[in-house]
T-cell receptor
Framework: AQSVTQLGSHVSVSEGALVLLRCNYSSSVPPYLFWYVQYPNQGLQLLLKYTSAATLVKGINGFEAEFKKSETSFHLTKPSAHMSDAAEYFCAVSDMNDYKLSFGAGTTVTVRA | DTGVSQNPRHKITKRGQNVTFRCDPISEHNRLYWYRQTLGQGPEFLTYFQNEAQLEKSRLLSDRFSAERPKGSFSTLEIQRTEQGDSAMYLC??????????????FGPGTRLLVL
């Protein structure tokens, strides 16, 4: 069964600083990996996904993530944080044999002015 | 395309009562998923449908839970004899079956249940 681990439940960054959110996965077959963002009292919105094409994936709002098979990682980055990036971020995994998503526990991002 | 909608958005009930939630997926999407999210945790899979067929159920889905998707359109999730541990956000998602599990799941705003 596949699973993900998100390192760090809370991340605080200054506006304009690099945002780095860590995600490591466990999967017995090639995975599909997703990053979702959740704003308060809202559903989840897809930021980006890896589906075995390019290992560097660009998403919405300036976010990108790199799939590293050797490290079983799919870390999310944004070069310059904006106040509007304050939200909760979830990494999720599925694979070719399974339609359900397995989510990490989430990382809450706060942005300091 | 108005996205995935869920009703009600909030539900407060007393322990032992039955509740039913509704999800309307994006119109052309043939796959529909239910997840549960408790405070401070990521969503956990409950069940999913392809058209009207329920293809998988999580062990989290006790016999007090039942989900339906008549005619492959909207879906309902019913919880009978609610318990305080059922308090959570119930999320619905839908996707279009084109290339398989890599298809994006689009989430609704969720129904927040509080059992007193």
């Amino acid at each position: 069964a596949q699973s993900v681990t998100q390192l760090g439940s809370h991340v605080s960054v200054s506006e304009g600083a690099l945002v780095l959110l860590r995600c490591n996965y466990s999967s017995s077959v090639p995975p599909y990996l997703f990053w979702y963002v959740q704003y308060p009292n809202q559903g989840l919105q897809l930021l980006l996904k890896y589906t075995s094409a390019a290992t560097l994936v660009k998403g919405i709002n300036g976010f990108e993530a790199e799939f590293k098979k050797s490290e079983t990682s799919f870390h999310l980055t944004k070069p310059s944080a904006h106040m509007s990036d304050a939200a909760e971020y979830f990494c999720a995994v599925s694979d070719m044999n399974d339609y359900k998503l397995s989510f990490g526990a989430g990382t809450t991002v706060t942005v300091r002015a | 395309d108005t996205g995935v909608s869920q009703n009600p958005r909030h539900k407060i009930t007393k322990r032992g009562q039955n509740v039913t939630f509704r999800c309307d997926p994006i119109s052309e999407h043939n796959r529909l998923y239910w997840y549960r999210q408790t405070l401070g945790q990521g969503p956990e899979f409950l069940t999913y449908f392809q058209n009207e067929a329920q293809l998988e159920k999580s062990r989290l889905l006790s016999d007090r839970f039942s989900a339906e998707r008549p005619k492959g359109s909207f879906s309902t999730l019913e919880i009978q004899r609610t318990e305080q541990g059922d308090s959570a956000m119930y999320l619905c998602a839908s996707s279009l079956e084109l290339t398989g599990p890599q298809e994006t799941q689009y989430f609704g705003p969720g129904t927040r249940l509080l059992v007193l």
